[in-house]
């Protein structure tokens, strides 16, 4: 609301200008000089205010950046940038903090003290990058902007990750499952593990990275994305469909790609304390500086969850568990040339779940039955850039992940270890006009069980070879292609040439069209096809199967401009198709389980659009999927892929009123899919809503998720059988009811 002094000034200026012309008329010229110094004095009673250009470009190429959204912390006023890169605000005398802010870049900020000498005030937004400035998107190793990539590219940035931060401290599937093309499916309701589904396949065929290394594949896969905390992320790359030529052939339906945050000069230093209804607390901390030629980062959190019957059934529906993990990282740059890093990981875990009494350790031979995994995953890394001229740079990077598992339960213990190593050598090479990325990388990975009474399955290793290659011309200032291929020699499964090919045409500033095909491969690793509990019948055979191989075809138009100078809009529509020849599944023979490939095929296509809206401080998203996934058999029979939704809307709103309020609402409508024995399972909708209230230096959320308490068990039983010997059912909804979280975060 406008002051008194705000209003009256239109109407004093009016005054001032009568008044002149009255002492011009009737007063002597000493008279005249006294009203003079009247009138100069007069709008000192009032405040004054002044119009101030704010121009923003990319500090790489000096292009104006259209829609970013230049918004006041004192006012909670704003506006978008227009197509010459340009916002206007009008401000009062005194102090203010500018906060500017688009997709794609980092934050800048500037205080000012108005009125300014000059009017106009220059923001250079900085790229998201890494720490060696190689790449704008970490996913695509070339130093291109997102806007000017072939391939589609979604990010979620640091802003989404504090913000995820005071929603979910614990993992960030809440975040990633806010896509509308990402489902995120619970896997087991007994020890709650969730897999990542893209574009209506199975989670096996989403390929999961931490800076751009598989440190989280081994046979607790299913649990990886439910432990990894928001904090320790600068931004998540979502890659849509095949990208198997840089990183190996398993991203079929896409990537998920998760860049750790690197040090600044300023120290930062954080702090967040979480407790939910369900009896979850985290305390998860940051640290972070860089000081000359070294730096460093370490998190450290920890989490307690104790277990939670929901439907009053004698069974867990939220699991119990205690975990710890530190992420220690150094980084160096001897000189101007080279930047070296190194980080270690420690991630350890006690997960149980089943029957209540048994979890309670009461005594009694009917409640027995509970599920027990202990993890421990330890993880190096290393990663080393140099430059060798302006235009060229090599880069080396390894990591190698220890995973220990202990998994109980009745009658069946599995005690097992997985060494996995991904080393890498590439080279980088750029242009005018053109860029070069090509390399070689080895992957190993040797699964052991040491002590597994009740368990069939033996060891068995993976060893891959890889050569991969790929160049980006811009053909025109409209037209940029992009060509790549890869060559795997894979020991025990065979040889793989995985070409692909993507297109990027801009017939306008604000229209991009993108057309792209890929070839893709998955290994027969059996815990990516079953399940942990049936894992103890699995059988080797004589006769490996042969891995899955894929051909994948995506499209996207993205729309974005600026409307009246304020509203920033941008649409996007893509298409795509997958199929996947031949098929792995688990079959039983006689009391064993093994993988065999299945005549047929599976295949998915289908829509996914999106629509965001910014008109400060308001911003909506409305995003909807529809996807169809069969497997068809020889004869041409489909079934549905079970549990892979054909349609979901997801939507979020958020307002900033100002004076560092935000509220934000999402909602998303799960609807149309079918379970193992091909039935139709209900359509649900899940709401959820936060307001969060930020200081100068802490930050606190209050967080409400399935607020309509919405749960499987309202429609059926989780399980079957008996309480001593129970078949759970596999999950196609939430079972763990409304949930709300308080966090509070403390930061420097």
């Not at 006041?72 to 206007?88: H, K, M, N, P, Q």
């Not at 020890?191 to 893209?198: E, H, K, L, Q, T």
């Not at 229209?511 to 290994?523: D, I, P, T």
Request: aromatic share 10%; charged share 20%.
């Amino acid at each position: 609301m406008q002051s008194y002094f705000q209003r009256f000034t239109p109407y004093a200026v009016v005054l001032v200008q009568h008044s002149m012309n009255t002492c011009n008329k009737i007063f002597s010229w000493h008279a005249k000089a006294l009203c003079f110094v009247f009138l100069i004095t007069f709008p000192c009673f009032f405040q004054a205010q002044q119009s101030i250009k704010i121009r923003v470009s990319d500090s790489t190429t000096k292009e104006p950046i259209t829609g970013a959204i230049v918004r006041v912390s004192e006012t909670g006023s704003g506006a978008a940038t227009d197509l010459d890169g340009l916002a206007i605000l009008t401000l009062n005398d005194g102090n203010f903090h500018i906060v500017v802010s688009f997709i794609g870049y980092e934050d800048a900020e500037k205080s000012i003290l108005v009125p300014l000498a000059s009017p106009e005030i220059s923001f250079d937004l900085i790229p998201l990058e890494n720490e060696t400035g190689e790449v704008i998107i970490s996913s695509s190793r070339t130093n291109s902007r997102i806007d000017d990539l072939p391939s589609k590219i979604e990010v979620l940035g640091l802003e989404d990750m504090n913000e995820e931060n005071g929603i979910k401290p614990g993992n960030i599937a809440s975040i990633i499952g806010d896509l509308s093309v990402i489902h995120i499916q619970q896997t087991s309701s007994v020890s709650a593990g969730s897999v990542v589904r893209m574009q209506g396949l199975g989670g096996r065929y989403t390929q999961l990275l931490r800076d751009g290394l598989p440190v989280y594949d081994g046979f607790s896969g299913n649990l990886s994305i439910m432990q990894i905390p928001p904090l320790d992320l600068k931004q998540v790359e979502i890659v849509k469909g095949s990208a198997s030529t840089l990183f190996g052939g398993g991203a079929i339906s896409g990537l998920i790609n998760l860049i750790s945050k690197t040090p600044a000069d300023s120290l930062e230093a954080s702090l967040t304390l979480n407790q939910s209804s369900l009896n979850e607390t985290n305390v998860n901390s940051y640290f972070s500086k860089k000081k000359g030629k070294a730096g460093f980062t370490l998190f450290a959190g920890v989490t307690q969850q104790k277990p939670q019957d929901i439907n009053e059934d004698g069974f867990s529906d939220v699991p119990q568990f205690q975990n710890i993990l530190a992420h220690p990282k150094l980084f160096f740059t001897p000189n101007k040339k080279t930047d070296i890093s190194i980080g270690y990981s420690l991630f350890y875990e006690n997960r149980a779940g089943g029957d209540m009494k048994a979890l309670e350790s009461v005594t009694d031979t009917l409640h027995t039955y509970a599920e027990k995994n202990r993890t421990q995953r330890q993880t190096g890394e290393f990663k080393m850039e140099y430059r060798m001229t302006d235009f060229t740079s090599l880069q080396i990077k390894s990591s190698w992940s220890q995973l220990s598992r202990l998994y109980e339960r009745p009658s069946a213990t599995l005690d097992a270890q997985q060494i996995t190593g991904y080393n890498e050598i590439s080279i980088l090479k750029k242009w005018a006009k053109t860029s070069l990325v090509g390399g070689v990388n080895y992957i190993a990975q040797n699964f052991a069980p040491k002590f597994s009474p009740g368990f069939l399955i033996g060891k068995y290793s993976f060893n891959t070879l890889g050569t991969f290659a790929q160049m980006t011309s811009n053909i025109t200032e409209k037209l940029v292609v992009e060509a790549g291929a890869r060559l795997d020699q894979q020991v025990e499964t065979g040889n793989f040439l995985l070409p692909r090919i993507s297109i990027l045409f801009k017939p306008t500033k604000d229209l991009s069209v993108r057309l792209g095909s890929g070839f893709g491969y998955k290994v027969p690793d059996p815990f990516e096809y079953i399940s942990t509990s049936d894992i103890r019948y699995y059988q080797h055979t004589s006769s490996s199967p042969k891995a899955e191989r894929s051909i994948g075809v995506n499209n996207d138009i993205a729309y974005h401009t600026v409307i009246g100078e304020k509203l920033s809009l941008q649409i996007d529509q893509a298409f795509y198709y997958t199929r996947i020849n031949p098929v792995l599944s688990a079959t039983n023979v006689g009391e064993s389980t093994k993988l065999i490939n299945n005549a047929g095929r599976i295949e998915s296509y289908g829509t996914d659009s999106y629509v965001r809206l910014v008109l400060h401080p308001f911003e909506l998203y409305l995003g909807y999927n529809h996807t169809q996934s069969s497997q068809i058999d020889s004869s041409g029979k489909a079934l549905k892929l079970p549990f892979a939704p054909n349609d979901k809307f997801a939507t979020t709103f958020a307002f900033e009123p100002g004076k560092g309020w935000r509220i934000g609402v999402e909602a998303s409508w799960v609807a149309n899919q079918v379970d193992n024995n091909q039935q139709h399972k209900p359509s649900y909708w899940f709401l959820a809503a936060m307001i969060g209230k930020e200081f100068k230096h802490v930050r606190i959320v209050l967080n409400a998720e399935n607020l309509l308490d919405y749960r499987q068990s309202r429609v059926e039983s989780l399980y079957t059988g008996t309480i001593s010997q129970p078949i759970f059912k596999a999950l196609w909804a939430p079972i763990e009811g409304r949930v709300i979280n308080l966090s509070v975060r403390f930061s420097l």
